[in-house]
């Protein structure tokens, strides 16, 4: 079998694959349950998947330009610009006019989004530990260090 790291080669169908050995499918599965194990905390904090992402990538790289967010919390950039719209409203994000582009918006973080995504991040975390129990700190840099050259590979943005 095509271990996928040849390009050209023909893969086997995915009944010969495999939902259980074929990436795509566990990734999949893993998200949807990580998503779950937050949602509750989220809709108690008034947040969606798109809010929380946003707020996410916010507290870790502030004033972005809502092109460049949109690509980091992984949202379509309409429907961002929706959770923006409804964030700026409850106060948890501002946004402002590029110093060096006035047609171009940047995204802050307020200290009330910070404090809105500080009350999510225990939930997250213990998400985060759940997915790794049972597996060492070399077997998960590992893991992280094929995700990223799975990233490296498929990604469209140099960012």
Same mark, same amino acid.
């Not at 893993?30 to 809709?43: F, K």
């Not at 999510?120 to 998960?140: K, S």
């Given at each position: 079998?095509?271990?996928? @790291?040849?390009?050209? =080669?023909?893969? &086997?169908?995915?009944? =010969? %694959?495999? +939902? ?9 599965? *893993?998200? @949807?349950?990580?998503?779950?194990? *937050?949602?509750? =905390?989220?809709?108690?904090?008034? /947040?969606?998947? &798109? #809010? ?12 972005? /330009? %809502? @092109?460049? +967010?949109? !690509?980091?919390? %992984? !949202?379509?950039?309409?429907? /961002? ?14 946004? =402002?006019?590029?110093? @060096? ?7 802050? *973080? ?24 049972? *597996? ?5 840099? !590992?893991? !992280?260090?094929? /995700?990223? #050259?799975?990233?490296?590979? %498929? ?5």
């Amino acid at each position: 079998m095509n271990d996928g @790291g040849t390009i050209g =080669e023909p893969l &086997p169908d995915l009944a =010969e %694959i495999g +939902l259980p050995n074929y990436p795509p499918y566990l990734m999949n599965r *893993i998200m @949807g349950r990580y998503n779950a194990s *937050i949602r509750d =905390e989220m809709a108690r904090l008034g /947040l969606t998947t &798109p #809010k929380m992402r946003a707020l996410a990538v916010l507290s870790v790289m502030d004033g972005q /330009l %809502i @092109g460049r +967010l949109a !690509v980091h919390a %992984i !949202v379509e950039q309409s429907t /961002l610009s929706r959770a923006l719209d409804a964030l700026q409203a409850e106060g948890l994000v501002r946004r =402002e006019t590029d110093a @060096g582009d006035s047609r171009a918006t940047r995204i802050w *973080i307020t200290k009330a989004g910070r404090a809105a995504f500080a009350t999510l991040w225990p939930h997250m975390a213990e998400a985060y530990q759940a997915m790794f129990r049972g *597996i060492g700190e070399a077997e998960r840099q !590992v893991f !992280v260090a094929t /995700l990223q #050259k799975i990233h490296a590979n %498929i990604r469209k943005h140099d960012f």
